[in-house]
């Protein structure tokens, strides 16, 4: 089992769309997913509720900040669990707990110089002290410029944070889709939409190879 958190202090970045299309996108490789949704927000939990009214969502969620709750994560009958944290400074307890708990980090970031700074602040003041390896991924890049993904790489590996080498780009139909309840393995098929889906593929092939590369090493 892998338990995935994706956080960022600073809120807007895209967290619940990254969470619940990657679990789409992992539940479509063959993985048992679950999401927890420890956010106050409840975004995710508002996505699943509005799936209800149609298809629903292909994998497992719950809500819960209770840290023996929490805790307990790696007993459940899962392969994968992706964990929405808060996104905001003061939500710092709920991330902690989390990442005690946590095998891997991801956190998503647009690609804009005012947006790396809380996600490097992020990585050095919670996520390094707590030891838990981690990649940044650039969101919300559009389609139309693909140069600012690549400056913001750059910007990035300036710091020295890790980060994925994929990056997702943004749709008008990711801002839709927890209005409609439906991820992005759910998108009606068109060109644009099957762009949208191979971005996450690609970003879950990175975890899968990150993952099994830590499986040989040890």
């Known amino acids: 089992?892998?338990?995935?958190?994706i956080a960022n202090q600073k809120g807007g970045v895209g967290?619940?769309?990254v969470t619940m299309n990657l679990?789409?996108?992992?539940?479509?490789?063959?993985?048992?997913?679950?999401?927890?949704?420890?956010?106050?927000?409840?975004s995710a939990?508002?996505?699943?509720?509005?799936?209800?009214?149609g298809a629903g969502i292909p994998f497992d969620l719950t809500t819960?900040?209770?840290p023996a709750q929490l805790a307990s994560m790696r007993d459940l009958p899962y392969d994968v669990i992706l964990v929405d944290t808060p996104g905001s400074l003061e939500a710092e307890d709920v991330l902690t707990t989390v990442l005690q708990n946590a095998d891997f980090v991801i956190l998503p970031?647009?690609?804009?110089?005012?947006?790396?700074g809380p996600v490097v602040r992020t990585v050095r003041q919670v996520i390094a002290p707590s030891g838990v390896d981690y990649?940044?991924?650039?969101?919300?890049?559009?389609?139309?410029?693909?140069?600012d993904a690549s400056d913001a790489a750059g910007l990035l590996d300036q710091t020295g944070l890790k980060r994925f080498r994929a990056f997702i780009r943004t749709y008008k139909v990711h801002t839709l889709a927890p209005l409609e309840g439906k991820v992005v393995t759910q998108y009606p098929h068109d060109q644009r939409t099957l762009r949208a889906v191979e971005d996450f593929r690609k970003v879950n092939s990175e975890l899968l190879t990150q993952f099994a590369n830590e499986k040989v090493a040890s």
Not at 23 to 42: K, Y
């Open 1 to 5: 089992m892998r338990i995935i958190a």
């Open 15 to 17: 967290k619940t769309t």
């Open 23 to 42: 679990a789409a996108v992992a539940h479509e490789a063959g993985s048992r997913v679950l999401v927890v949704d420890v956010d106050p927000q409840a």
């Open 45 to 53: 939990e508002f996505w699943a509720t509005q799936a209800e009214q």
């Open 64 to 66: 819960s900040t209770d």
């Open 109 to 116: 970031t647009e690609p804009t110089p005012l947006a790396l």
């Open 135 to 147: 990649r940044v991924l650039l969101n919300k890049v559009d389609p139309r410029t693909p140069a």
